[in-house]
């Protein structure tokens, strides 16, 4: 048998990087580390264990020097850098940051490898200057070996390629147009110079897909809370028809029309707002068309146009109807804290990682953990 190897999980949301490393096999969560109080309820009543710590303070980060551990797994959130002098050193460019703790919990507790996630505009982000200063803190300052980037031997200089750093969700299973950043690395001071025998790329796809297209997923006959009001959806068609004419892209979209043939949804947003109206669905219900709900303003549209469910946005994500059912049973262990509201829902799965896509990140580093460490 393989054997285990101890993550700890920070900026840590529901625990999606988590949860996908655990189905690769041979990972087990020792620590968490998450602010976000309705996230750490979900998280709680996911894991049985409360993640409510904040990793910019010393208390953490020596708790963290203090837990034997693998690997580092951090879906942190994209922030600007200060553009600061050069003669500073690696990590005070980046201070002020998420990114500068996580790389001085790195740098102080020295784990055999990482694996960071982030928006895809983290490479574009301060003209890219950010996504370099993170490559070169990583490579440089930190001395890890980061898949996908070469030290040229001469210059010293580091060649990649950033966009070659992207994966999207609808390549892993799902049917969700979701780019997001991977950053991967292994220790050269735990493994020498076995790290520049790796692969250099990360997965690019999941073998067999969850879902064909959206369609496969979907819910139809939905509540009729999801349905938008008459009002509403005349309200999107002006703002959509205002743009058109000065020929913006901006607007609601229907993302399972008919004529589409295997309709993917946009990427699902924390903010809910714009990331629920770019992912309307029709749904034929009967008896929707005109109906007077007492939260709504107008009666029920005659389109039979709704906001997806956050059931829906759930098994975008891969936390429902896959990373959490009991093989022995087939049932779904995926839920909620009871009495959460959909706001919250929808919140958190708009910030979460897409589960499948970062089970293939855990099985790749599992293969190159085994290959560092066969003796």
Request: hydrophobic share 35%; aromatic share 10%; net charge positive.
């Amino acid at each position: 048998m393989s054997r285990k190897y101890k993550t700890i999980d920070l900026c840590a949301g529901i625990g999606g990087i988590r949860r996908g490393f655990e189905l690769a096999g041979c990972f087990k969560n020792v620590l968490s580390a998450e602010i976000d109080k309705n996230a750490c309820l979900t998280y709680e009543h996911l894991y049985g264990e409360n993640p409510m710590h904040d990793i910019t303070t010393e208390e953490f980060k020596q708790k963290v020097v203090n837990t034997s551990y693998d690997v580092l797994l951090a879906g942190f959130p994209c922030q600007a850098f200060s553009r600061a002098g050069k003669q500073e050193g690696f990590l005070d460019k980046t201070r002020g940051t998420l990114f500068f703790d996580i790389a001085e919990i790195i740098k102080r507790s020295n784990p055999k490898a990482f694996m960071l996630e982030n928006v895809d505009n983290l490479i574009t982000h301060q003209k890219g200057q950010t996504f370099a200063t993170i490559i070169d803190v990583l490579v440089n300052g930190l001395n890890y070996k980061v898949i996908g980037v070469v030290k040229d031997e001469q210059t010293g200089k580091l060649v990649y390629v950033p966009k070659n750093f992207v994966r999207n969700s609808r390549n892993f299973g799902v049917p969700q147009n979701r780019p997001r950043v991977y950053i991967m690395g292994f220790s050269r001071d735990y493994y020498g110079d076995a790290v520049d025998n790796l692969p250099n790329e990360l997965p690019i796809c999941r073998k067999k897909p969850i879902y064909e297209d959206l369609r496969n997923l979907l819910e139809m006959d939905a509540d009729d809370k999801y349905f938008l009001s008459s009002g509403y959806v005349e309200t999107l068609e002006r703002h959509k028809a205002r743009h058109e004419s000065k020929g913006n892209g901006f607007g609601y979209k229907i993302v399972n029309l008919p004529e589409i043939e295997h309709p993917v949804s946009n990427a699902i947003l924390a903010t809910g707002g714009s990331g629920k109206e770019r992912n309307l669905v029709i749904d034929p219900k009967e008896g929707v068309a005109g109906k007077v709900v007492t939260s709504k303003q107008t009666p029920l549209n005659d389109k039979g146009i709704r906001a997806m469910t956050p059931r829906e946005w759930g098994k975008l994500q891969g936390f429902v109807n896959y990373a959490f059912i009991d093989k022995k049973t087939g049932e779904d262990k995926f839920s909620f804290p009871e009495k959460l509201a959909d706001g919250p829902k929808y919140k958190q799965f708009g910030n979460a990682v897409t589960i499948p896509a970062v089970e293939e990140m855990a099985k790749f580093m599992k293969k190159c953990l085994a290959e560092l460490e066969k003796k």
